[in-house]
């Protein structure tokens, strides 16, 4: 075999047909639930994605303001704390292998259509902290019934918007 550029990248890094390939085999084994909450995940952050894009802010507020229904932290119902797990797992894995940008506030608004779906509520959070650099980054998360289903827990930033009950409030409580 001739050495050359196409050797040494083959060397380092696994080909995307061998990735794909992967890919499809952890898909094969996947349960019917898990297949149908990742292609219905992969759909509502292309959605999600595509509406960030169009929306001007003051809908996007509108948008991401909390469902009236089923966001207390009371004592969850096993069933539906399996729903909200497997959401949140399909909601990560599928943002983590689409080819395009799935930040938190993408995962964020494609996590409460698919809770919408399911006639549960949500919560949403918009913290912000200072970076080493001393620049602010600001990252957001979604819970349901006091389980974060996308945005990672929101650990090191405080919380600087909460959209609970219908309406967005400044707030500098704890994250729930």
Not at 69 to 82: E, H, Q, Y
């Amino acid at each position: 075999m001739q050495a050359g550029r196409g050797s040494h990248l083959s060397a380092t890094r696994p080909s995307s047909t061998v990735r794909l390939a992967g890919k499809l085999s952890k898909a094969t084994r996947l349960s019917g639930d898990e297949r149908r909450a990742l292609s219905q995940a992969a759909a509502a952050l292309l959605r999600a994605r595509l509406v960030l894009g169009r929306l001007p802010a003051r809908r996007l507020v509108e948008q991401l303001q909390a469902d009236e229904a089923a966001t207390s932290d009371d004592t969850l119902d096993p069933v539906i704390l399996a729903r909200l797990k497997l959401l949140e797992w399909a909601v990560r894995t599928a943002a983590n292998n689409l080819p395009w940008r799935t930040d938190c506030l993408v995962r964020c608004l494609a996590a409460q259509a698919m809770l919408r779906r399911e006639d549960l509520g949500s919560r949403f959070f918009l913290g912000v902290r200072k970076t080493e650099d001393g620049d602010l980054a600001a990252h957001a998360w979604l819970r349901c019934h006091g389980v974060t289903v996308a945005g990672g827990e929101g650990e090191g930033f405080e919380v600087l918007l909460r959209a609970e009950g219908g309406s967005l409030e400044g707030s500098h409580a704890d994250r729930e």
